[in-house]
């Protein structure tokens, strides 16, 4: 059975950084793609950051570009995102999935193993 868990969650003030994890189990973790998404209270769960299976293709949603940085090690089945320059609006439940196959995807849909969230709380 697969089952992913994150980790790293926290509360930090604004500029301040947090790393995420997430290990994955029950998979071959290096033929998944892996994604952060993120939802905040009252919205919709969107797509965050995501890695292909090699972590040689990488893409970002362009609210975190430059700040947010994600990779994997495939040995150890983990996936990370290094969130850097937090801001207020970064405040969100933060999820890892896993997606079979190649290709990254920005869309919750595209992904079917999902953990249960780390909360991270950037204070102003």
Do not use: H
Not at 25 to 40: H, P
Not at 108 to 116: H, K, S
């Amino acid at each position: 059975q697969v089952q992913v868990v994150e980790s790293g969650g926290g509360l930090v003030q604004a500029g301040g950084s947090l790393r995420l994890s997430c290990t994955a189990s029950g998979l071959t973790f290096d033929n998944y793609a892996m994604g952060w998404f993120r939802q905040a209270p009252g919205k919709e769960r969107v797509g965050v950051s995501c890695i292909n299976p090699s972590g040689g293709s990488t893409w970002y949603a362009d609210s975190v570009k430059g700040r947010f940085t994600i990779s994997r090690d495939n040995a150890k089945n983990t996936l990370y995102l290094q969130m850097n320059s937090l801001k207020p609006e970064d405040t969100a439940m933060y999820y890892c999935a896993a997606r079979f196959g190649y290709y990254c995807s920005g869309a919750a849909g595209d992904f079917r193993n999902w953990g249960q969230g780390t909360q991270v709380t950037v204070s102003s």
